[in-house]
């Protein structure tokens, strides 16, 4: 590496906000499978404290080697309706229990997995889990939850969407930060090193090290360099830069493979906002010419954008996966907040970024009046674009307030403006439960 290219680098670290956004260490707990839920509690608790006992202090320890901020080191396992299934138990709160205090002794940041995976139908251990959400994360600190409820070969489960629009508005009013740690998905992957909606899938490795990059501040400081190109020179500039994030990205999955001893699996390279200045999916969009995110041609800004991240990123790296693609969470971006409150950016135009971006809406907050049929029909507007545009798709809301406040969730969450949502009502249709069947293009076998 020149002198030059460890001048840049030191440059995106230390003016342009870029760092390695999570480390997450996926563990299966198929082995943790219990008659007895207690039992099982222990065992999971067992099992995660021992896999992961080192993981925050080798991300440390990379972070302080190379100079690059790790700011997350998290968990995530094994779908837990999976888990509960094979005990009497009618509730799995004690399950989340044990996922708390094992995050808790080995200090991670957050650990998901209190996942069910409905697209097609319930089996036993699904109602149960999605019936325990709202306690299970009113009573927890550190545990994320997410449903998936559609995906492109089954089409949408709609009798689940019904009962997320439910227990979104139950979690809500349970605790403060329970919806913000909620995620409801269509083609949910099973590979995502990144909150609320990490889980561990069936297919992976026992243990496996998923790194997640980001850097939307140094997408723009190269933006600015090309300020009036044409759209050729803004979509190579975004490809370059990609490719030296993810490359960063992969050089730290590989060290904390070597030293944990297991598997490296993905780098998911997101372009993931915090609220900090110059940390702004937003800004990168106006940096293309748009006066404010929202104004017409922002779609078509996030699709080059979304478009040469992956293929700078794909270049950088063997395994890349996780949602790769950018963010567009309301609260978690300065500059997503500010269009929200100048008007410019509603609740329909997020709804037609989904078609482009790594998830839907986002971090959102409506007010706490709205009717949980309304919630579940805008889950299954998100799930019938991620059904049939065959890509994931996700609903993160939180109903607090009422239109115009402020909602502040501190950290990385941020503050969100409560949003207006159309008061026509949606109930006769989400209620009538049964499936939406799949798109005729998943018959591909």
Known sequence: MDIRQVTETIAMIEEQHFDIRTITMGISLLDCIDADIDKAADKIYQKITTKAANLVAVGDAIAAELGIPIVNKRVSVTPIAIIGAATEATDYLPLAHALDRAAKTIGVDFIGGFSALVQKGYHKGDEILINSIPQALAQTDKVCASVNIGSTKTGINMTAVRDMG????????????????????????????????????????????????????????????????????????????????????????????????????????????????????????????????????TTAALALLNDAVKKGGVMACNQVGGL??????????????????????????????????????????????????????????????????????????????????MIAFGGLLGTAPVMRVNGASSADFINRGGQIPAPIHSFKN
């Open 166 to 297: 439910r227990i979104i508005k139950e979690t809500a009013e349970a605790s403060d930060l329970g919806a913000a740690k909620l995620v409801v998905f269509a083609n949910a992957v099973e590979d995502n090193p990144f909150m609320a909606g990490a889980f561990h899938g069936v297919g992976e490795s026992d243990v496996v090290i998923n790194v997640g990059v980001s850097g939307p501040g140094v997408v723009k400081r190269a933006l600015e360099k090309v300020k009036g190109e044409s759209f050729d020179v803004v979509a190579e500039t975004v490809k370059k830069t990609a490719f030296k994030i993810t490359r960063i990205g992969q050089l730290v999955g590989t060290m904390a493979s070597e030293r944990l001893d297991v598997k490296f699996g993905i780098v998911d390279l997101s372009l993931a906002p915090t609220p900090a200045i110059g940390d702004s999916v937003a800004r990168v969009l106006e940096e293309m010419g748009l006066e404010m995110v929202g104004t017409h041609g």
């Open 324 to 405: 790769s693609g950018a963010f567009i969470p309301v609260s978690e971006d300065e500059g997503m907040i500010a269009a929200v409150q100048a008007g410019s950016l509603n609740l329909e135009k997020l709804e037609a970024m989904t078609a482009i971006c790594s998830v839907g809406l986002d971090m959102i907050a409506i007010p706490e009046d709205t009717p949980y049929e309304t919630i579940a029909a805008m889950i299954a507007d998100e799930a019938a674009i991620g059904v049939i545009n065959q890509k994931t798709t996700a609903v993160r809301i939180i109903p607090k307030g009422k239109e115009g406040d």
